[in-house]
């Protein structure tokens, strides 16, 4: 795996054990990173598009082990995994558990017909497209 991307560092905070990591997303990773930061959860972002904030990250390419290794995901107590390619997620979910084994890895379906898939490589899935069109149908 190579990356695609300079990795930098937002060296404004230090990462702590346990932390939780989005890895991907854009909008919608730093939107989860937020949220967990909110709850009080120590968190951090890797993705191409990481841009410094208030939650901690680096920018740089989720499925390059070196990043994910500088960006110290071995300490990761879950990894929401939220990349727009469901192949990506697949692929950076199995990186995550196989080589840091971390303990929780929670994988993006965007298509709902890949939920199996994911369930069945042992990790927690959520389907963006039933989220979405759950919440669209509650609105009305």
């Given at each position: ?102 303990p929780k890895v ?35």
């Open positions: 795996m190579t990356s695609h991307s300079t990795l930098t560092a937002d060296p404004s905070t230090d990462r702590e054990d346990g932390a939780y990591y989005v890895l991907g997303g854009r909008q919608l990773g730093a939107a989860v990173a937020r949220r967990l930061g909110a709850e009080g959860q120590a968190v951090c972002v890797v993705d191409e598009s990481y841009e410094r904030s208030e939650t901690p990250g680096f920018r740089g390419d989720p499925t390059d082990v070196r990043t994910l290794e500088a960006a110290g995901i071995g300490n990761a107590s879950a990894v929401v995994v939220a990349t727009d390619s469901d192949s990506r997620n697949l692929l950076i979910a199995q990186v995550v558990r196989t080589r840091f084994e971390v929670v994988v993006l379906a965007n298509d709902p017909d890949r939920l199996d898939t994911f369930t069945e490589a042992g990790h927690s899935s959520v389907c963006a497209t039933a989220a979405l069109s759950d919440a669209l149908s509650e609105a009305l």
